[in-house]
């Protein structure tokens, strides 16, 4: 069973449309995220979600919509593609957040989703 | 802003040549040093969290330190299924992970 599952795994699309990714997790984790992984490599934190509710948002255009409908999915709703929305997303889970020590904050990855915007 | 460098950005051993990544960082109030391995074309898999300065951790052939400053990410006699790309992220005051850009190491038979 994949713990932390994201789909599609490819996507790709036109300048201007509008797409969704999905992911769900099945370990029971309250806190969900969205990173982006640019073609240098850096994982960058999109949003944050803790029992549904968004706790991080970060400089994100709001061509970028994150939907939590349970604690156990986090999708990704992006409209009016651009260029340079192409990327690998990836979504994760932990426990906990808020930085609490212990391994409840260990953040686990699904296989990512490589969007390519033409 | 949380700053984390990995160094060097690639690595090539030969197998059995142990070698050691290096991660500093900089960071207010440090909650947790990460490592993490990501194969090609697949998310980043956990390997160790650290939490105070003196912390050490294995598994396998993989050891990692930690001090104020930085993290090692150290590799005893590597075999070729330990090549991949190790990532190194800082976790501060807040949810989010802070991540540097990582070290790709290819072990070669």
């Known amino acids: 069973d994949t713990a932390v599952s994201q789909t599609p795994k490819y996507l790709v699309t036109q300048m201007g449309n509008d797409k969704s990714i999905k992911c769900e997790q099945n370990?029971?984790?309250?806190?969900m995220y969205w990173y982006k992984q640019d073609s240098k490599k850096f994982l960058k934190i999109m949003f944050s979600?803790?029992?549904?509710?968004?706790?991080i948002n970060e400089t994100v255009p709001n061509r970028f919509s994150p939907k939590s409908p349970d604690k156990a999915h986090l999708n990704l709703h992006i409209n009016s593609l651009e260029l340079g929305d192409s990327a690998v997303y990836f979504c994760?889970?932990?426990?906990?957040?808020?930085?609490?020590?212990?391994?409840?904050?260990?953040?686990?990855f699904g296989a990512g989703t490589r969007l390519s915007v033409l | 802003e949380d700053q984390v460098t990995q160094s060097p950005e690639a690595l090539r051993l030969q197998e059995g040549e142990s070698s050691s990544l290096n991660c500093s960082y900089t960071v207010s109030g440090l909650r947790g040093l990460f490592w993490y391995r990501q194969d090609p074309g697949k998310g980043p898999e956990f390997l160790f969290t650290l939490y105070s300065a003196g912390e050490e951790k294995e598994k396998e052939r993989l050891k990692a330190t930690l001090t104020k400053k930085e993290s090692f990410l150290h590799i005893t006699a590597p075999k070729p299924e330990d090549s991949a790309t190790y990532l190194c992220?800082?976790?501060?005051?807040?949810?989010?992970?802070?991540f540097g850009a990582g070290t790709t190491v290819t072990v070669r038979a």
């Open positions: 979600y803790n029992n549904k509710e968004l706790i």
């Open positions: 992220a800082v976790q501060a005051d807040d949810y989010k992970l802070s």
């Open positions: 370990l029971g984790h309250d806190t």
């Open positions: 994760a889970s932990s426990q906990v957040g808020g930085g609490r020590k212990g391994s409840k904050n260990i953040q686990y």
